[in-house]
């Protein structure tokens, strides 16, 4: 028997063999019944049952079959509040996106999603988490479950959700961290009578294991001219105890292996340790505000150690940022300068904050986007002491991390992997179940033995349970020493996910890359070897004086377009990926604008080609290379080529080769990436050109695209004239400074410039404000004007059928008054009457109040009018009801009116007798023999509480075998 419960409703189901409950590690936790019913019975959803210390709620209605009028067929699905984790998105705590990256570490991870479930639910709260460093994962309309998957993934271990009532509340906490339960006092079986297992015990074998661990690691805080590596090695040729194993490490510091057991199949797996690098974590221990129009912002940590002195661990060709961890700036960088010592009457231990542009605001913006005391941050662009790389002899530093996490990653993966399935033998679980039911839980370790296939034994945990609701004793469980995974539907979501990644790395990748001066004249070189027919050697004037310069080649006057039957102009973006050392080449439709045009005319046969996406990995770190792009003269297709020789636009037979661009040779780790097609002229008082770039990449004109980007400061403060504001179709808003007139628009939006008198949204220079729907909050003063269709005046707000007082509101038409507030009686009344209705009106139907209410979901709840004291002097139909006979008993077919205090139904001295129960005799009853018309009923005997229906037939006989059907009608006091 199961009960659910539904308000104050009961529903006790008898429910079959075949109904049970399922629960697996990160995966379903569901409680299925199934169970028959002489007649359609409904169970709400939201009813609820508590079974093995869980409570279990119906979320969407159950399944049922009609095999006959008495026999219906149900299948109910009950879950546990982890299903709840499936309807809800994952939101960005600050600004509600759904599409957002999030740096920080497990338990603000943890918390970040319990706030999401809050929203929606209550009693949820983080529970027990694993340390780790900080991660960062994407979310991309994420639901709560697919981001419980992705932190499970990105700290490899698991999650799980457990409840319990405390102080008399519903608590769901939410853990990060292996589900491990039981390993020091496991749960003993074996296959066999008197061991535990039924017959029918299975075993899966898994993959090889793997005997050695690869590492990757990162460059971030590496100086490669000290180091004397690219990237962080492990400790070389040491040795670690991790649960009782010893792991080492290769002499080259690469990879990880058991030290005290011998390789045998030495199969490699490959960890990914990129997020662990030498750093210092610090917290904020003071914001010093320098300049608030300027946003100069620094903030100091007088906890810096004296000998960690930043400014003597600066990296060559670098620059120190900082990466906030926690606080509004969490996972947002700024470059910086420090002060070790106290200088100019600056604190010592103090960053001076470069501000720049995110996401439209710059930041630090002395509002919200703010540094507070006692955040976090990590820094970068720095090599930190020795001790904070690699300490052999206190095992520390960020080599050792990573060796640490190796070894537990070994350690998980190095057995031999084994899932067993069994069902426990219900005679031996009963008469131990005080001893064994404890210890069958998700994640209870087992000491699983076989004479045969198992004789060694092992710990296995238990990553699944199936309980018969009829037969408990009896579970069947899955046995398993393999890490849980995520399910599919989460690895689909990373594809989703991906795009946070791709949308962030496409804001970096749109920084043009850095060009240095040894860059500019490495190209020169590489022209003069570029093989371009219309040029002589290169020159080196102190001065030239010239009318024109003409900067291109002939040849090169070609460009990337949108399309070939209405070409427009495109940016081709080329870029340098720095961390994987590739050259990304988008694939596009190049446009020549001189081949094949022999005179200047208003149409021409340009030449089209489509050309391939490409991507260079170069090898040689000291070479520069030449990008072409080589297309056929005999067809519209074409591919990118990056040689290190110069080749002439048609020195091979059957193509043209045009140069793209050059890339320079490796610099502090990075190359540079120069495009050369098109041309730039310079003429007295005018230059033109594409694109006009600063040295470091990040502001830059592009002209041709019409964007400006990077960070433009106006040293005076002032913008004069007109600045518009729009997209392609033109502008759309702005601010003008032009006129002196009070009537004269400052700013607008929803038209053009020369529309701007009138448009939806406007502030005057008088400071007066025009808008057309505007939301506003706050304090609003008003003693005059207009709302709308209302009028303001003397206190009041009217209408021509409406007034509002501080107290009471009136509506009042032709013969209709409604009066709503404190008093709204006459005075000569005497008394008062908050709600006055009055309906005089003249017409075929007079209705004074309509009231309706159809919405509840238990029995005679639906109340129009509620009458909690006093008197309701309103007559009317109390109850009513139609009753019918079936199988020689009485039935009734529906019913309406509060029948909550019950009623019963039965033959007396050949009449009817209805026990209703009003309490009072006030009433008649009328009503008719249902569907025969030779016969008559009778109502009599009426008392407070019951009455009588007799029934004749045309001859005066009395019958009680005829359907008939009454309502009451009376006082209902």
Known sequence: MITLYNGKEKIELLVNDNSYSYEAIMGEDTLTLYFSHPGYIDVPVGSWCDYYGKRYSLKK???????GERNYEYTLVLETSKADTQLWKVRNAVDNRIKFSYTAKPQEHLQLLVDNLNRRSSGWRVGEYIEGTEKTINYNHTSILDGLNQLAQAYETEWQITEAVIEGIHT??????????????????????GHGFKVGVGR????????????????????????????????????????????????????????????????????????????????????????????FYDFVDKDIPSVLNFEKCLIEGQNMTVVFQTGMLAGKEFEVKYYHEAKNDKKARRFEIVSQEIDGI????????????GDKYAVFGIQLPEAYICDNDTKTGASWDVFRQAAKYLYEHEDKKFTFTGTLDGIWAKKRWLQVGGKIVLGGFVNFTDTQFHPDGSLIRITGIKRYVNNPYSPEIELSNSPVGTSITSDLNKIDTNEVVVEDKHKEAMQFTKRRFRDAKETMGMLADALLANFTESINPIAVATMQMLVGDESLQFRFVNSKTNPVKVVHNITYDV?????????????????????????????????????????????????????????QSGEFLLIETAIGMEQIEGFYYFLVGVLNSESNEGRSFATLY????????????????????????????????????????????LVGIGNDNGINAGMSGEGNSNSDVRIWAGASKESRENVPFRVLQSGKMIGTDVDLSGKIESTSGKIGAFNISDGLLSSGTMSLHSDHIYFIGEGILAGFGINTAPATLGYNIPMWIKNGSVSDTCV??????????????NIALQVTSGRADIPGVLRGMLINVRDNQYVVDYEYGDWSEGYKIKADNGTILVNHYLGHSRYFVVGNVYGDSLRSVVFKDITSNSFRIQIFNTDGDSRLSTPVSFAMIGDNR
């Open 61 to 67: 209605d159950g399944n049922f079959k009609k095999n």
């Open 172 to 193: 769901k906490s939410i853990h990060l961290r292996k589900v491990e339960y039981n390993k020091e006092n496991p749960l003993a079986l074996s296959y066999g009578k």
């Open 204 to 295: 899966e074998s898994g993959e090889i294991p793997p005997e050695i661990i690869l590492v990757e690691t990162t460059d971030k805080n590496i100086d490669y001219s000290k180091y004397g590596a690219k990237e962080l090695l492990l400790p070389k040729s040491q040795k670690l105890e991790y649960e009782g194993r010893v792991y080492t490490t290769d002499e080259g510091g690469t990879c990880v292996m058991r030290d005290d057991k011998d390789l045998s199949t030495a199969k490699e797996d490959s960890l990914d340790c990129s997020e662990i690098y030498p750093s210092h974590e610090g917290t904020v221990s003071e914001v010093i505000e320098v300049d608030k129009d300027k946003n």
């Open 362 to 373: 710059t930041m630090p913006d002395g509002k919200t986007w703010m540094p507070k005391v």
């Open 579 to 635: 961390s994987k050392k590739m050259l990304n080449v988008p694939a596009g439709i190049i446009q020549h604008m001189i081949l094949g045009i022999k005179e200047v005319s208003s149409k021409h046969e340009y030449k089209f080609w489509d050309m391939q996406y490409a991507s260079f990995t170069p090898k040689e770190s000291d070479e520069k290379y030449y990008l072409y792009a080589k297309c056929s003269k005999s067809s």
């Open 678 to 721: 098109g041309f730039t002229e310079i003429l007295p008082g005018q230059i033109t050109t594409d694109i006009i770039r600063s040295a470091d990449g990040n502001t830059y004109f592009d002209l041709a695209g019409n964007t400006i980007a990077g960070r433009i400061k106006f040293l005076d403060g002032l913008i004069s004239g």
């Open 848 to 861: 004074a109040c309509s009231l309706s209410a159809t919405g509840a979901t238990e029995k005679y709840k």
